[in-house]
């Protein structure tokens, strides 16, 4: 399912806070530098490290490289919503992430916006599930149809630039999508 893209000059913006879940921002972080891309880990509240979930129990910290409000959405080719239940619960109610994530949209720029698992929680309080078919982590199914979404149980769905995927098995082929998408 992986294909390999050459995202040589490319940059991915991945936005993230405390409880993101680990596989979701590693993994995919791994396979966009792998491709040539640069990616730049985006977070709130002057947070000069995040820390992972991993599955079941706090994971790996990583470093944060620029906060959302500095952050140039002209510089970046795609955006990057991780899942995880806390991650996207504390970002929704953040005023600089939800208007990042508007303006990503709006940006011809930023060629993808991808959110995975819990990730499209964002999609909803930005306004962006509303008409879009997306899919996500199957317990956040009725957040999505209530906010407008037509919901699918599918590995990677493509609405416009929206690139949403369910769970971290789905990893390979949400990332090949978004890279299919900047490449």
């Known amino acids: 399912m992986s294909s390999t893209f050459n995202l040589k000059g490319k940059k991915v913006a991945i936005l993230a806070t405390d409880g993101f879940e680990q596989s979701e921002l590693i993994k995919p972080k791994n396979m966009f530098n792998e491709q040539g891309a640069e990616v730049d880990i985006l977070s709130i509240d002057n947070q000069s490290t995040i820390k992972a979930w991993d599955e079941d129990n706090w994971g790996k910290v990583v470093e944060v490289d620029i906060q959302v409000t500095s952050a140039d959405?002209?510089?970046?080719?795609?955006?990057?919503?991780p899942g995880g239940q806390i991650?996207?619960?504390?970002?929704?109610?953040?005023?600089?992430?939800?208007k990042f994530i508007q303006q990503a949209n709006s940006s011809a720029n930023i060629k993808a916006i991808g959110a995975i698992c819990h990730g499209p929680w964002m999609?909803?309080?930005s306004g962006l599930a509303k008409g879009a078919t997306l899919t996500s982590f199957p317990s956040i199914q009725?957040?999505?149809?209530?906010?407008g979404a037509t919901w699918v149980d599918e590995q990677v769905v493509t609405h416009e630039k929206l690139v949403t995927s369910r769970n971290p098995d789905d990893?390979?082929?949400?990332?090949?999508k978004i890279s299919e998408m900047i490449a």
Not at 73 to 81: C, F, R, T
């Open 171 to 176: 990893i390979p082929a949400f990332v090949n």
């Open 142 to 147: 009725t957040d999505l149809k209530n906010a």
């Open 123 to 125: 999609l909803v309080e």
């Open 87 to 98: 991650n996207p619960d504390v970002l929704r109610m953040n005023d600089d992430a939800v």
């Open 73 to 81: 959405l002209q510089e970046y080719d795609a955006l990057v919503l």
